[in-house]
């Protein structure tokens, strides 16, 4: 090795490296179960040594605050890769809890640098839906998604939003036209969204862990592009993460939406030497037919 011959003997041995300039205190490692040195994060991953981070300080500088959470939420958002650091309740998972937990950690609500958070349970009544809504092809439509949480205060909602071929969230000016309702305030929640591998990940967050006002009605305003092929398919929302401020999470079942394009109103031929009871859409009677629709006898027409 490094262009020296070596025994197979001596390349188990640490002295053999550290003669040649290796750094076992920064980088490398050696354990009992694999006879040649490991990079240390490998044998941090394998569990043979403890972490040496701090649960939290997804950015490793040293310090849990605000930034991390910025880091955590490009981590959630798919922006950059995971980290151990990231996994801040230390569950296995980097998730929108890990953002409670720090938001908690920098806001002083909990004792830094890390404490063990309380056992994450899937229980809870709280759900995802989206109001009944209707798209015609090459048209745009505005999709309200419901939070629905008569036991639970929660701050965070994080889920991937998966749509049909054919349907996408439209942009204004590269921005996704996504928006808070009415529940949240701008002053103290946030939204983001980004596209990943055929899905959008939602995040929607106090940083301040401030609680969503109420407990059903809109959270998020999407709005939704149809190509003019259009007809039909299936809206899902899943992977969802909701998070109380004292960092109780509730992960909610897959919830899916069937959208059909409605169908055009059947032409109808009027005889007119009789006559016809015509009504427009808010029930007044009409003498004369108008634009728009109309029902005639009991049935809807679009009058051209
Ligand atoms: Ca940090
Ligand atoms: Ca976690």
Redesign the pocket.
Known sequence: MNGVAKTKTELTQQSTYTSLGWSFDEVWGMTDSADYPLLKWVIELNGQEEPDFIPGDANGDGKVNGTDIVVIANMLLGRKDKNGAA?????????G??IV?VANIVLGRSSAPFRKAPVVTASGSATLSIEPFDITAGSEATMTIDLNNPDDVLTLVQFDLTLPEGLSIKTVGGDYDIDMAGRTSWRKHSLDANLNDGYYTFLLKSDSNTPIDGTSGGIITVTLVADASFDSGKIVIDNTVLTTPDEVEINPACYEYEITVPTALPTLKIDRTQPHFIYNLQGQRLSVLQKGINIIDGKKVMVK
Not at 89 to 94: A, I, L, M, S, T
């Open positions: 996994d801040a309740n230390q569950d296995g998972k980097v998730n809890t890990d937990v």
